[in-house]
């Protein structure tokens, strides 16, 4: 008989289970693209607390700044400059809170064509997830984690959404958003 499938949880923390929407395949997927990991001051202070260096030279080693804000660099294969061999996050336990949100980002708690589309590229999410039950397992993943931009943070686009929002959404049992499959 064929290999049992790995159970459906987020790898990203064991306090949130997401069963049946996404289980981690460590493909690095998520890894990959110029610019697309900004990191905020908290992200900033994990991360060189974990490599034991300064924040600034936290960001002189690792990151670039871009309109004020500083983002991690990539590798020249592409992927983020902690994405080792293309098999780990060697900062995976200080990785920052964008990186812990995937795949609950924004767009996919929000929009089912969001979705549908990171469904596409991430053999993680669970083919078939309905739509509702995604956004309210992310949702509560995302508050147990304490994964959340601060109210202040909302001015221009964001992937991560409030502690607020996130409330709403987790609150919502069956009657979020709609019940298309991903």
């Known amino acids: 008989s064929p290999p049992p499938e790995p159970a459906l949880l987020n790898m990203n923390s064991s306090a ?9 395949r460590c493909c690095g997927e998520c890894c990959r693209g110029q610019g697309g ?5 908290k992200d900033s202070t994990r991360l060189a607390a974990f490599l ?14 871009k309109r004020g804000k500083f983002r991690l660099r990539v590798a020249e294969d592409g992927a ?7 098999t780990r996050c060697d900062v995976h336990a200080a990785k920052p809170d964008i990186c812990r949100a995937w795949p609950f980002f ?12 990171a469904a596409e590229g991430c053999p993680g999410i669970a083919a ?11 949702a509560r993943s995302l508050l147990a ?4 931009i601060d109210e202040c943070e909302t001015a221009g686009p964001n992937s991560l959404l409030t502690k607020a929002a996130l409330a709403r959404l ?13």
Request: aromatic share 10%.
């Open 145 to 148: 984690e304490g994964v959340f």
């Open 16 to 24: 949130a289970p997401a069963v049946g929407v996404f289980a981690c």
């Open 37 to 41: 990991i900004i990191l905020s001051r």
């Open 106 to 117: 924004r767009g996919n708690l929000e929009d089912p064509s969001s979705l549908a589309m």
């Open 80 to 86: 983020c400059i902690f994405f080792i061999n293309g």
């Open 128 to 138: 078939g997830a309905r739509f509702a039950d995604f956004a309210v397992t992310g």
């Open 170 to 182: 987790a609150g919502a049992g069956d009657d979020a958003g709609s019940g298309e499959e991903a």
């Open 52 to 65: 034991r260096v300064s924040v600034p030279d936290l960001h002189a080693r690792y990151a670039e700044e």
